[in-house]
């Protein structure tokens, strides 16, 4: 081999090491400069205050601040697309809910689902099937039961696609619910709908309806998570009361755009998780009926599969479409 040609190789290996260690010092530097957290709810809710908790307790993991950008919109639409089409850099993530699963069954959206990849889950809070104070049902036995006589009952929700909407749903198709759904604007008008004795049911998220519920503004007939909610365990499960496919909440996790370097979302997996698991955080969640999680991405990613799988069914079964 001539001195020309050996230069020539050298200087390709070279090149090709130098191009293959850029994602990993990129990731050794990570995080140089404020981490965005874009959360597709405005402030207040579930999804934004699992967000906030989360980017507390990773920012002093990372030594980095953590900024929540709230960007409402389209049923979760517009900040997931933000996210999708940032920079890959490990600067800027989506503070997840349901809908990066579940909008692209129902309805149009301006990015693909494998733009966003999983990171971590954050936590939940258990949804809760609730009816006016003065309703006659007692659980949600007497609830269905009594749907399937007449014209069926009045059920509010949130808008295409949301929680409430699967629930109903999940109550229709597989238990013969007669359900009458009338869609609000938003989580909050749903609820007041059945505070005012407008409409006979709707769920909502633990942490919004709790209060009401220990107040006596609202009767909860059951949560429609796997297991009872730690601030109110005397509410059973819809699964306790044989709904068995009745399972869904108000989930938070971190989504990264597509291409983000492995290192660095292991970093921030790594980092949410720590934060959940810190007790003070998570006697404080517990407390407003919202269950820390944590884990590894690989647990969200499965997370995110069986969760796509399970609504898609509701999807299918429903015909459940934006109009």
């Not at 260690?21 to 957290?37: E, G, T």
Request: charged content about 20%; hydrophobic content about 45%; overall charge positive.
């Amino acid at each position: 081999m001539t001195v020309s040609r050996r230069s020539a190789l050298a200087c390709a290996v070279a090149l090709l090491a130098g191009a293959q260690a850029v994602p990993a010092l990129a990731a050794d530097a990570w995080p140089s400069r404020p981490i965005h957290f874009v959360v597709p709810f405005g402030p207040g809710g579930a999804n934004d205050l699992l967000a906030r908790a989360a980017a507390d307790g990773a920012s002093k993991v990372l030594g980095q601040p953590i900024v929540v950008d709230n960007k409402p919109g389209a049923g979760t639409i517009v900040g997931s697309d933000i996210v999708a089409k940032a920079a890959p850099d490990g600067y800027t993530f989506l503070i997840s809910s349901a809908g990066v699963v579940s909008n692209s069954m129902i309805r149009k959206v301006p990015y693909k689902d494998s733009d966003l990849v999983p990171v971590a889950m954050i936590g939940l809070a258990p949804s809760v099937i609730v009816v006016p104070a003065n309703s006659p049902y007692k659980d949600l036995k007497e609830f269905v039961a009594a749907s399937k006589k007449g014209a069926g009952l009045h059920w509010s929700t949130a808008g295409v696609g949301s929680t409430p909407h699967f629930v109903e749903g999940m109550l229709t198709s597989e238990y013969g619910a007669k359900l009458d759904v009338v869609p609000y604007k938003s989580g909050n008008e749903s609820l007041s709908a059945v505070l005012g004795n407008q409409v006979d049911a709707t769920s909502e998220a633990s942490i919004v309806v709790l209060p009401q519920i220990k107040a006596g503004k609202l009767k909860a007939l059951a949560t429609t998570w796997t297991k009872r909610i730690a601030a109110y365990p005397q509410l059973p499960t819809a699964i306790e009361q044989g709904f068995k496919n009745v399972e869904i909440a108000h989930w938070a996790g971190v989504h990264a755009p597509a291409g983000t370097p492995p290192a660095i979302l292991d970093k921030m997996a790594a980092a949410v998780d720590h934060a959940m698991k810190d007790p003070a955080l998570v006697a404080k969640l517990r407390a407003m009926g919202i269950e820390p999680i944590g884990g590894t991405r690989a647990y969200f990613a499965r997370f995110c599969a069986d969760e796509g799988a399970r609504l898609g069914k509701v999807v299918k079964a429903t015909g459940m479409k934006d109009e």
